[in-house]
């Protein structure tokens, strides 16, 4: 049957824009998440002081379905595909009100299925799906060319072409003769191999490589981390493979096919203001209150209907309410484009919105006040590994302040920038912007500072920092399961290719009430330790910022002491020095309870979370022991380990990770991100869904017509989307 298939395209990964209602809800799983002014009340999603939360929560625009937003992926993929039953019933032409009431049974039906597919192994000689290869079956050829990012300076990254099978490229280190690390294959004397036993010695002895010829604007903190380090550094890249990458914007700055590289692939699209509101709204819908600390946010033009009349619905229930919104254009950063609206039809749609797509978001018009200014936090949270997950959060961080005193949003200070956004890059233009060397004063600061303040005022920061933690943990599991469908894509399993680390920048705002509110995730968050300071009038120079370097050196240091490659032979070759170092120091229950916690200075806390201990929670090491110990000298790791130290009160949010893990199985082994209609049939058989209801047949249509709306609406979406990628680096 599938010989007689004539497939227009391959099943991808990626979700269907918005736009496309109609086929959206035909897609998803049916029910009864209305749409528009009808839409469904969810109370859980908490009031973020606008009001909405006094009603309509709707299910946002691609109706509370896991086929929804752009940020679905696999799930969205999968789920379409393992609802096909319920699919076609609709097609059939079942009333939604039938369709509704089985939406619960559905969403039960696809759990089981998931979960009886992780089970089974796919039977790939059946379905003719490739088998999994063991590494040595696998095609030695590298990983596949990668476009090159945009120049510095340019606000945009060249588009990511559609996945395609790997071209043959020339061997890499192997082919001249080098050994992974770039060691010339040693001969030996008289040409004989050196022993395992050298290479060791070799490999415990040698510097850590960093490749730093990429890393633009984070240069100077990086260059100091190396030094500081003793690690090797070589600024114009290197003939032989380093160990460890530094790139400036992406993944891709650079073809590498060995060592470690800190960026991840599809880690810059994925927090991009449209994905990452759509990545988050797949988990609102599944899980409510957890994610209820993002603002309910549309996405325009394709939600604006939507947003209109989900508008008009709380209006009508509540005349006294007088919400705000904050419109933020999808490729934006530094404030670039942001302005505050009262009224829907405030909203500039003419011209900039078709060629220029934006969120529109609940503005959160409460916030906590330092000195009379709103401030926001960014955070440096180290995603070290995808799978399995290991997230990692800086005990420190800046607070970015605004320069003119706050007062909750009216028709006559909406145009206040620096009374309502916190972006040092415009708040530095103010005439009130005050740079201080001091940590905990001035228009930046460090954010243990605020803590240390609030603490003062009787604030629970150790709740404080609970909330963030969570906050961190659960917008990282909204993005996982695309990142590994880019990760395989780039990456496939088996092939040569770096293992990617990254660091991101999240932007938090805290409410009155102290609630941390996500604004937005940076994938390339600024790293510069200097400011612009002017010297006369129109005379600049830039000048070391002391809060800057404090918090992002040992941010960058740290995540490469943890991702320290030769750690693991340095500790077997030196086992005293490690194994005393481990013992000078009590076992982690029977220190300061502060140590669970990302450290407010000198502040006592107590854990928030149950965790198991952090191996992470090395304290300084004095220099006086007088042994090698190449960290000595170096303070305690700024990075605590969140994840998987918090796994068990995470876990059960990872069910579209869970989703994505079977989508990829169903790709197989090839770069893709696109699912051949072998592999939907494998699927189908796999997770059971084919009956007497579904033949072979049937999902062979299926899947014809699934790919023709696709291609469609994927052409539409690279349309409108185009070249607004967000690429730089933002100033912070
Ligand atoms: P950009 O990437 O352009 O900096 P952000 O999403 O970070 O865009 O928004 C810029 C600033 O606007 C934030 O730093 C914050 O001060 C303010 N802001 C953004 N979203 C909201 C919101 N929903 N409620 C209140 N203030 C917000």
């Not at 191999?193 to 240069?219: F, I, M, N, W």
């Not at 209820?292 to 209907?305: A, G, K």
């Not at 949003?409 to 001091?438: A, C, E, Q, R, W």
């Not at 002391?546 to 750690?567: F, G, N, Q, S, Y």
Request: proline share 8%; with cysteine.
């Amino acid at each position: 049957m599938a010989a007689a298939v004539s497939v227009t395209g391959p099943i991808t990964w990626a979700p269907p824009p918005m736009r496309s209602r109609e086929l959206e809800r035909r897609l998803s799983l049916p029910g009864p998440r209305p749409e528009a002014a009808t839409a469904l009340v969810n109370p859980s999603l908490s009031d973020h002081g606008n009001g909405l939360g006094r009603g309509a929560r709707g299910s946002g625009g691609s109706g509370g379905s896991l086929v929804a937003g752009r940020g679905g992926g696999a799930a969205a993929a999968a789920v379409a595909l393992a609802l096909a039953p319920a699919l076609s019933a609709m097609q059939r032409g079942s009333s939604e009100r039938e369709l509704a009431a089985r939406w619960e049974a559905e969403a039960v039906a696809v759990t089981k299925a998931l979960a009886a597919a992780e089970q089974v192994r796919v039977d790939s000689g059946a379905a003719g799906e490739p088998e999994r290869k063991t590494p040595e079956e696998q095609p030695k050829d590298p990983a596949p060319a990668q476009p090159r990012a945009a120049e510095e300076g340019d606000a945009r990254v060249v588009p990511r072409p559609p996945p395609t099978l790997p071209l043959a490229k020339p061997q890499a280190a192997r082919a001249r003769g080098l050994c992974p690390h770039g060691k010339p294959r040693s001969k030996g004397r008289g040409g004989r191999r050196s022993s395992g036993r050298a290479a060791d010695e070799y490999h415990s002895q040698r510097p850590v490589t960093v490749d730093s010829s990429k890393a633009r604007t984070s240069l100077d903190a990086l260059k100091i981390s190396i030094r500081q380090l003793k690690w090797k550094e070589f600024p114009f890249g290197r003939r032989l493979p380093c160990d460890i990458y530094w790139h400036g914007v992406s993944f891709h700055d650079n073809d590498i096919f060995s060592g470690q590289v800190n960026k991840f692939p599809g880690m810059t699209e994925m927090v991009r203001k449209i994905t990452l509101s759509r990545a988050v709204r797949i988990m609102q819908n599944l899980f409510p209150e957890e994610y209820n600390f993002y603002p309910r946010s549309w996405i325009l033009p394709d939600e604006f209907q939507l947003f209109v009349a989900q508008v008009r619905m709380v209006k009508d229930g509540d005349p006294s309410w007088k919400p705000t919104f904050i419109v933020k254009p999808d490729g934006g950063c530094q404030g670039d484009g942001i302005y505050l609206v009262k009224d829907p039809s405030d909203i500039r749609l003419a011209g900039t919105l078709q060629s220029r797509p934006a969120v529109v978001q609940e503005y959160i018009c409460k916030p906590l006040l330092i000195d009379k200014l709103k401030f926001d936090i960014r955070l440096y949270v180290l995603l070290k590994s995808l799978d399995p997950l290991e997230i990692y959060i800086a005990k420190d961080g800046l607070s970015r302040f605004c320069t003119e005193p706050y007062q909750e949003p009216n028709p006559k200070n909406l145009h206040h920038i620096f009374m309502h956004l916190t972006n040092y890059s415009l708040n530095i233009h103010s005439g009130n912007f005050v740079h201080s060397d001091s940590t905990s004063t001035g228009s930046k600061r460090t954010f243990s500072s605020i803590l240390c303040r609030l603490s003062s005022k009787g604030v629970d920061i150790k709740k404080v920092w609970s909330d963030i933690i969570s906050l961190v943990i659960k917008t990282v599991i909204a993005l996982t399961p695309e990142l590994k469908v880019f990760y395989q894509s780039d990456i496939p399993a088996g092939r040569p290719g770096p293992t990617c680390f990254q660091i991101l920048g999240f932007d938090i705002l805290l409410m009155k009430n102290l609630k941390p509110i996500l604004l937005e995730v940076n994938a390339n968050p600024s790293m510069r330790i200097e400011h612009e300071q002017e010297l006369s009038p129109g005379v600049f120079e830039n000048v070391p910022s002391l809060v800057d370097e404090e918090v992002k050196v040992a941010v960058i240091r740290d995540t490469l002491r943890l991702m320290d490659p030769l750690k693991k032979k340095r500790e077997n070759h030196f086992p005293d020095i490690y194994t005393d170092r481990k013992h000078r120091f009590p076992p982690v229950s029977d220190r300061m309870p502060s140590s669970q916690l990302p450290v407010v200075r000198s502040q006592q806390l107590t854990k928030p979370l149950a965790a198991k201990e952090d191996p992470s929670d090395s304290e300084p090491a004095s220099a006086s022991d007088g042994n090698t110990d190449p960290e000595a000298h170096l303070p305690s790791i700024c990075l605590k380990q969140v994840f998987p130290k918090y796994a068990k009160q995470f876990n059960y949010l990872r069910l579209v990770d869970r989703m994505a893990n079977l989508f990829i199985r169903f790709l197989g082994i090839k770069g893709t991100m696109k699912l051949g209609p072998t592999g939907f049939r494998t699927f189908i058989r796999n997770c059971k869904l084919s009956s007497s209801s579904l033949s072979m047949a049937a999902v062979d249509i299926l899947y014809i017509d699934i790919t023709r709306r696709w291609n469609s609406m994927t052409l539409d979406q690279r349309d409108s989307e185009g070249v607004f990628l967000k690429s730089h680096t933002n100033r912070t």
